[in-house]
């Protein structure tokens, strides 16, 4: 039966390889992109001329006004027949930046802008036309851990502080420094595990939403932000270590994605898949009084995009 899934972050990197797993996993679906500029026009068209299902709508997940007209379009299209049912969410856009002095245009810090508030407002603008039964997935992050054995000392771990103060620049010391924007971003993995937890109980019945982690994939322009240095450390040295078990390559990651994705992997509502099963996440992403604030405070920071 034909139906619609959503997909961001699906131009480049692992989720440009899952795409292709997805489509050839799901003919029936009809693909629709929210991509900024013309990636996600070039990617429908090149798609759609193999004889695939594919439409793009732009959006820029930076902009919270850019994100809910981007939903609305979809409901609307969804409304007046253009798209077959909503049965599917994938938000693989994330961004990592390098300090933690970065706004979004609506006064917000850009990481947990793009990591935490896009994902909320897609979902809260389209809940209520999810047919079941869907999936929403969601990409986190084994950063959230915070320790040596997962983060192998690359990434800084979280640290929780009041939702509204997460929301907003120099929430941490030295706010522009690397160290800082990668707490940031371990910080907002954790948080979208919280709020995965959340929707879990109030999404409808028949509607999963869980989190997958593909582990360190070197290439997916993840930095794409950062300073040439960095740049140059992503591109060139970092590659090297999925040819270790440290890592996984594009493919593997894209793959296993898209088994997450078409429901392949079992894994049930609020949980949190690692590659290819599902296992608990860190024992400090299981707190029921952290996730409720951390939903009331959402809600309230985006109200203005939600309502």
Do not use: C
Not at 175 to 186: K, L, Q
Not at 262 to 271: H, I, M, N
């Amino acid at each position: 039966m034909s139906h619609t899934i959503i997909m961001t972050g699906a131009t480049r990197g692992f989720g440009r390889v899952a795409v292709e797993h997805i489509l050839a996993g799901s003919p029936q679906a009809r693909l629709v992109l929210l991509a900024r500029g013309s990636a996600g026009d070039e990617l429908a068209s090149d798609l759609s001329r193999r004889g695939r299902s594919v439409t793009s709508i732009p959006a820029d997940l930076l902009s919270l006004d850019s994100v809910r007209a981007a939903a609305d379009e979809v409901g609307r299209r969804i409304d007046e027949g253009e798209l077959p049912p909503l049965r599917g969410l994938v938000s693989n856009a994330g961004l990592l930046f390098t300090n933690d002095v970065t706004e979004n245009p609506d006064g917000f810090e850009a990481t947990f802008a793009v990591n935490v508030l896009a994902n909320h407002v897609l979902i809260r603008r389209l809940q209520d036309r999810f047919e079941s039964p869907s999936r929403i997935v969601i990409t986190v992050s084994d950063a959230h851990f915070g320790d040596f054995r997962h983060n192998k000392g690359m990434m800084p771990g979280p640290s929780w502080k009041d939702p509204a103060l997460l929301a907003r620049i120099s929430a941490f010391p030295k706010a522009e420094t690397v160290t800082a924007g990668g707490i940031a971003y371990s910080t907002s993995k954790l948080a979208a595990i919280y709020l995965i937890h959340e929707y879990a109980r109030r999404l409808p019945r028949g509607v999963d939403i869980l989190g997958y982690n593909p582990g360190f994939v070197p290439g997916t322009g993840l930095n794409r932000d950062a300073g040439a240095a960095v740049q140059f450390v992503m591109r060139t040295i970092m590659p090297l270590m999925a040819l270790t078990p440290l890592a996984s390559t594009q493919q593997e990651a894209g793959r296993h994605f898209a088994d997450v994705v078409l429901g392949l992997t079992p894994a049930s509502s609020g949980s949190y898949v690692d590659r290819t099963r599902e296992i608990r996440s860190s024992a400090e992403s299981y707190d029921l009084d952290r996730e409720q604030r951390l939903w009331t405070a959402v809600e309230d920071l985006t109200r203005p995009f939600t309502s």
